[in-house]
């Protein structure tokens, strides 16, 4: 048995953790899309996206798909499954922080706490405003990730199962520190992988920042390029939208792209720089 740091260096492996959310997620999408973008959606954006389901799902159903994430090992998996799938979809590496993308789309989306890789409110409003930069006026960001209830338990451990064809997988997340004041919480997690010829364990620790309702809408105001539409939780019902409270802990918020002419001239002048460097390089 092997032992790896990094279950993001085994894509293959760790797609399997979300892969029977695919269909739910995108399902969520379609009409989403429909309800609240107030643009034809037809090119897409995913920011981290890891090995691919949602890439490959998306294209599968006939979106133009843009994704990027910051390790080579998913890039070329992401690439394979589409080459394998006969889709087509620009896959690159980039900065969750900190992204140009190579022609503007009419939606994103990043779910399930990729979002929360970005440790410092720095880190998450830089994002959000390369996210507005790369989605079209009228466009929807559909951002997922987990809030943290005032009254939620510090220690947690998770265990979960998988498999694909002759591959199984277990999975176990624990969380190892809370630092509420820090606003950090450290995770481990181990994939247990079994397959014919062999068997791995990998294990990955690493930070996650934490939210609560209030903190998250303080973070949107200060970047007003995005309004709030609605929210909603992981059971992805459409026409069952919920209230943003201390509550609410698995969360998946609709985001609008403002027209230019709401945007601060601070707004709109990042904007330009943004197209002058990618006309230069």
Same mark, same amino acid.
């Given at each position: 048995?092997?032992? *790896?740091? /990094? ?26 899309? #429909?309800?609240?973008?107030?643009? +034809? ?17 998306? #294209? ?32 690159? /590496? ?7 993308? +190579? ?22 409003? /830089? ?21 943290? +209830? ?26 190892? =520190? ?15 992988? *079994? ?5 791995? *364990? ?30 909603? =939780? ?21 985001? *609008? ?6 945007? +601060? ?17």
């Amino acid at each position: 048995m092997a032992e *790896r740091e /990094s279950w993001y260096d085994y894509p293959q492996y760790f797609d399997l953790s979300f892969a029977d959310e695919t269909r739910a997620e995108a399902d969520f999408f379609e009409p989403a899309f #429909a309800r609240y973008a107030q643009r +034809p959606v037809k090119r897409l954006l995913e920011p981290g996206c890891g090995g691919g389901r949602l890439v490959v799902e998306m #294209a599968r159903r006939g979106y133009r798909m843009s994704a990027f994430d910051n390790n080579p090992h998913s890039i070329a998996y992401v690439s394979k499954r589409l080459a394998r799938g006969k889709h087509q979809a620009d896959i690159y /590496s980039a900065d969750l922080a900190n992204f140009h993308t +190579p022609r503007p789309v009419d939606a994103a989306f990043c779910t399930f706490n990729t979002f929360r890789h970005l440790t410092s409110e720095a880190a998450a409003l /830089s994002h959000l405003q390369s996210m507005a930069r790369a989605v079209r006026p009228g466009g929807i960001y559909i951002l997922g990730f987990h809030l943290l +209830p005032l009254d939620a338990a510090e220690e947690c451990i998770e265990r979960w199962r998988a498999s694909r064809g002759r591959t199984n997988v277990v999975f176990t997340l624990r969380v190892t =520190d809370t630092n509420r004041r820090q606003r950090i919480e450290r995770l481990r997690v181990t994939m247990l992988v *079994r397959t014919p010829r062999k068997e791995l *364990r990998l294990a990955t620790e690493f930070p996650l920042r934490m939210y609560t309702a209030s903190q998250f809408r303080q973070l949107l105001r200060k970047c007003p390029a995005w309004e709030l539409c609605d929210v909603f =939780d992981f059971w992805y019902q459409i026409d069952e939208p919920l209230v943003l409270d201390d509550e609410l802990s698995d969360s998946v918020f609709i985001l *609008r792209r403002r027209a230019d002419e709401n945007l +601060p001239l601070l707004m709109r002048a990042d904007s330009r720089q943004s197209r002058s460097f990618r006309r230069k390089h």
